[in-house]
């Protein structure tokens, strides 16, 4: 028998930031698997596509430039602000696991990192 769980259906980042309109020409998808050690750090960065991250693993707190931060557990999805610096942390005592899926224009980066 199948089943079918939604995890996420939004139309705002976890920001309470609204989606944009996105005009994609040339669009390309890219899911990720990203692993984040037990107290570490990605560096600050933004995304200037839109981005969903399912936490697959572990306990992940996202802080902005602005010092607003959400956290995220095991089993959630998390809708990335677009355009914004900021950074994740593992504040979990195991690793972070998470899947994520971007779409942009094809060849567009997925995450620039602050000077």
Do not use: R
């Amino acid at each position: 028998m199948s089943n079918k769980e939604t995890l996420l259906q939004t139309t705002y980042t976890w920001d309470n930031s609204v989606f944009k309109s996105i005009n994609i020409q040339n669009p390309e998808v890219t899911v990720l698997k990203i692993t984040i050690d037990v107290g570490e750090s990605l560096p600050m960065h933004k995304h200037n596509l839109l981005n969903i991250a399912y936490v697959k693993q572990g306990t992940l707190t996202v802080t902005k430039d602005t010092n607003e931060e959400i956290t995220v557990k095991e089993g959630t999805c998390l809708p990335e602000v677009i355009g914004t610096y900021h950074y994740g942390k593992n504040t979990g005592n195991i690793p972070v696991e998470l899947i994520v899926f971007y779409v942009g224009e094809e060849n567009e980066p997925l995450s620039v990192n602050k000077d």
